[in-house]
């Protein structure tokens, strides 16, 4: 499996911008499709995007036009810029890895500890 360390969480206010990072070790990264996801208190675990093996990124409806996904295979890393963020965005995000999409929605991925984003109104 790769080990994942999410890093760049914390608090914003509305409208402001924060950019997560993700750091991945062990096996090889480009094998891997990778994600973020994001865990409100109460809620399930929902996709926020992810990006496949093949380059495809998908993106929650909810954050389409305010945040962006990629990755940097060379240096193991990916990223999550988020702009305009809402009080809704509020949540623990997870960064994953796993053979292809599917089997992250699944849960069946690796997954990093999460790093809290909060943001005030």
């Known amino acids: 499996q790769v080990q994942l360390v999410e890093s760049g969480g914390g608090l914003v206010q509305a409208g402001g911008s924060l950019r997560l990072s993700c750091a991945a070790s062990?096996?090889?990264?480009?094998?891997?499709?990778m994600g973020w996801y994001r865990q409100a208190p109460g809620k399930q675990r929902d996709l926020v995007a992810a990006?496949?093996?093949?380059?495809?990124?998908k993106y929650a409806e909810s954050v389409k036009g305010r945040f962006t996904i990629s990755r940097d295979n060379a240096k193991n890393t990916m990223n999550l810029q988020m702009n305009s963020l809402k009080p809704e965005d509020t949540a623990t995000y997870y960064c994953?890895?796993?053979?292809?999409?599917?089997?992250?929605?699944?849960?069946?991925?690796?997954w990093g500890q999460g790093t809290q984003v909060t943001v005030s109104s």
């Open positions: 994953s890895a796993a053979p292809n999409i599917a089997t992250m929605d699944a849960g069946f991925g690796s």
């Open positions: 062990g096996r090889a990264f480009t094998n891997y499709a």
């Open positions: 990006v496949s093996l093949g380059g495809i990124i």
